[in-house]
């Protein structure tokens, strides 16, 4: 178990609807991303936050967004949501923003499903 | 740009017999991160091992062995005497630094199904 805890498991939302997902990071952690892992897909990053900002995006829309809190938990939020947003959604904690090596901490995900 | 190719998208074994999965990734950067990432049905992913590219030893952990070879640009991972709980899907994945943060760049993965 890595200590990184994501809530809800599971949530079914219809489209053009607004979801927020929470993750708390690993104890000590001051870096969290985010990413989306479409079914059948290897995961693909959307950001990450380091210290209350994000210092780093990947190829997603504005309509997701997200924050991250004193208490280095986070939240990730996606706007009208689409039919293409149904996906697996993980935070990972580490303990560095930028060392490349560093190691990542899971969650078990989000399983978001759009109707 | 970062990009990492798992050719193999399932396999089938039956326990006790060694399995190779193979990886082979591209960057322009000289220093890089390799990870080897195990995902159960749970959805977690599972962190197995970290190399960087300055580091071209083989390791083995148990049942588990790597063999990096930067001439091909390959990190591949064997299990010898594979279990059913080995059963999964495996993620190989590169480390990119954009100078202000750090991402994971995925392959899409090779399910391993390990049987009786």
């Known amino acids: ?115 | 740009a970062q990009k990492v190719t798992q050719a193999q998208t399932e396999i089938s074994v039956v326990e006790k017999e060694d399995v190779t999965l193979d990886c082979v990734y591209e960057t322009r950067d000289t220093t890089y991160y390799l990870f080897w990432y195990k995902q159960p049905p749970s959805g977690e992913l599972v962190f197995l091992i970290r190399r960087n590219s300055f580091d071209e030893q083989n390791e083995i952990s148990g049942r588990y062995s790597w063999n990096f070879q930067k001439s091909t640009s390959s990190f591949n991972f064997t299990i010898t005497a594979s279990q059913v709980v080995d059963s999964a899907v495996y993620f190989c994945a590169l480390s990119d630094y954009t100078g202000t943060a750090s991402k994971l760049t995925f392959g899409t993965g090779t399910r391993l199904q390990v049987t009786l």
């Open chain 1, 1 to 115: 178990e890595t200590g990184v805890t994501q809530s809800p498991t599971h949530l079914i939302k219809t489209r053009g609807q607004q979801v927020t997902l929470r993750c708390s990071s690993q104890s000590g952690h001051n870096t969290v991303s985010w990413y989306q892992q479409a079914l059948g897909q290897g995961p693909q990053f959307i950001f990450q936050y380091y210290r209350e900002e994000e210092n780093g995006r990947g190829n997603f829309p504005p309509r997701f967004s997200g924050l991250q809190f004193p208490n280095y938990s986070s939240e990730l939020n996606v706007n009208a949501l689409e039919l293409d947003d149904s996906a697996l959604y993980l935070c990972a904690s580490s303990l560095e923003q930028a060392i490349g090596g560093t190691e990542a901490f899971f969650g078990q995900g989000t399983r978001l499903t759009v109707v």
